[in-house]
């Protein structure tokens, strides 16, 4: 490979250059800063909050969608992400009860008011999210806050993946991307091509494949770290949340 290793200046390429943390960037006395820190947070547990609603509260998916966008809007108005005291529970645990108490608010209240003011309303792809959710496995009343916690890596590995193409196209290495994508990335194991048949389909040797796909997960490891990162306030939550997700050596 040609080029500096972006990921060198990594400690062994596995935290992320970046210390940046939404949940700290929401509570920023700089508005735009705010929403730039909201806007991540959300980007990162909406589809999993979608998709909880619809199963611990047997909510249709026209309602989960009201409830999730009004869910998400009271907490920019309100500043709710703001208020999370690390120590006392991951921030996804506090995510989720919080989410809890504004469903049972509102089925309490069965009202529907329309909400604005502060804040672009997001752009959210329900769609696409129930559609994911009618192609899971049936998940039983004791699993679903486990299966929230699934969904939310699950989300967080597919934010990691864009931001990997992203990064790839930027530099010039989209097939280095295409390699780890079409190998790494198979729906099933079966599914995969030989690094053979890689490197023929490329047009590049097979020892090229292997420098690629070592490449690509490093750089998505990081990626994931960098998002996961955004996502936790105090560097101890990060190191659990962290080998939670990527396993005991995470963090050394």
């Given at each position: 490979?040609n ?10 390429g ?14 920023s006395?700089?508005?735009l ?8 947070i ?6 999993p ?5 619809r199963?611990?509260?047997?909510a249709?998916?026209?309602e ?11 907490a920019?108005?309100k ?6 005291e ?5 921030f996804?645990?506090w995510?989720?009860l919080l ?6 608010n ?5 009202r ?12 959210l792809?329900?769609?696409s999210a ?9 998940v039983?009343?004791?699993q ?7 969904e ?8 990691a ?29 079966g599914?995969?091509?030989?690094y053979a ?7 590049v ?6 420098n ?5 997960r490093k ?9 996961l990162?955004e996502l ?7 190191r ?10 995470a963090?050394?």
């Amino acid at each position: 490979m040609n080029g500096r290793d972006p990921d060198q200046d990594r400690p062994n390429g596995r935290f992320p250059a970046t210390r940046w943390s939404a949940v700290l960037g929401v509570r920023s006395a700089d508005r735009l800063e705010r929403g730039r820190a909201f806007e991540r947070i959300a980007a990162a547990y909406w589809k999993p909050a979608y998709a909880y609603v619809r199963l611990r509260w047997r909510a249709t998916d026209a309602e989960a969608e009201d409830l999730v966008q009004g869910f998400l809007t009271a907490a920019w108005e309100k500043e709710l992400f703001a208020r999370y005291e690390p120590g006392r529970a991951a921030f996804r645990t506090w995510f989720r009860l919080l989410l809890d108490g504004h469903v049972g608010n509102e089925r309490k209240a069965a009202r529907r008011q329309k909400r604005g003011g502060g804040i672009a309303p997001l752009s959210l792809d329900f769609a696409s999210a129930e559609s994911e959710l009618r192609g899971r496995e049936p998940v039983g009343e004791d699993q679903v806050e486990a299966f929230f916690d699934r969904e939310w890596v699950r989300q967080l590995f597919a934010l990691a993946v864009e931001d990997l193409r992203g990064a790839a196209a930027s530099a010039g290495r989209g097939a280095a991307f295409l390699a780890f994508e079409r190998f790494d990335l198979a729906d099933e194991p079966g599914q995969r091509p030989s690094y053979a048949a890689l490197a023929a389909d490329l047009g590049v040797p097979v020892t090229t494949i292997t420098n690629w796909l070592h490449q690509q997960r490093k750089q998505f490891r990081a990626a994931v770290l960098a998002r996961l990162r955004e996502l936790c306030m105090t560097d101890a939550e990060f190191r659990e949340e962290a080998r939670a997700i990527l396993g005991s050596d995470a963090c050394t």
